[in-house]
């Protein structure tokens, strides 16, 4: 079990290092501000100790420890699959040990959405969790 740095931001983990170009790319996808002119709150962690990790070992790594011990409730992670188009689907990890619900995947356009109701406590894990398509990626609600 390891833990995640302090961030000011959401805690976006890369552990995939194979596409400096990909990683580029995504985190100038997640600046560009939402409909609504809100950009996420973010903080990019380049650790190499958790390059290879899949969601598993990630879990488990980083597991549900929210208010205690995280100043987050979720982390953003940038594996393999996330650097992959066409949607370079991110992966969303929960940290808040109140709520049982696994991760999934979120198009790049929606984390500030995520990440600002999360932080707020406007909504809860879950909400967009099972609003996920049948791919398991959250696209927005519909």
Do not use: Q
């Amino acid at each position: 079990m390891g833990s995640l740095p302090s961030t000011v931001g959401v805690p976006f983990v890369r552990v995939d290092f194979s596409n400096p170009g990909a990683w580029e790319k995504l985190k100038g996808s997640l600046a560009k501000p939402d409909e609504e002119g809100y950009a996420a709150n973010l903080e990019y962690v380049e650790d190499r100790s958790l390059a290879g990790l899949d969601e598993a070992a990630l879990v488990a790594r980083f597991p549900r420890l929210y208010p205690k011990d995280y100043e987050h409730p979720v982390v953003f992670v940038a594996d393999a699959t996330a650097m992959s188009p066409p949607d370079y689907p991110i992966l969303v990890v929960n940290l808040n040990k109140r709520e049982e619900t696994r991760p999934f995947r979120a198009v790049p356009s929606e984390i500030a959405a995520i990440e600002a109701n999360l932080s707020l406590a406007n909504m809860d894990y879950f909400e967009f969790a099972e609003n996920a398509d049948a791919d398991g990626v959250f696209r927005g609600f519909r």
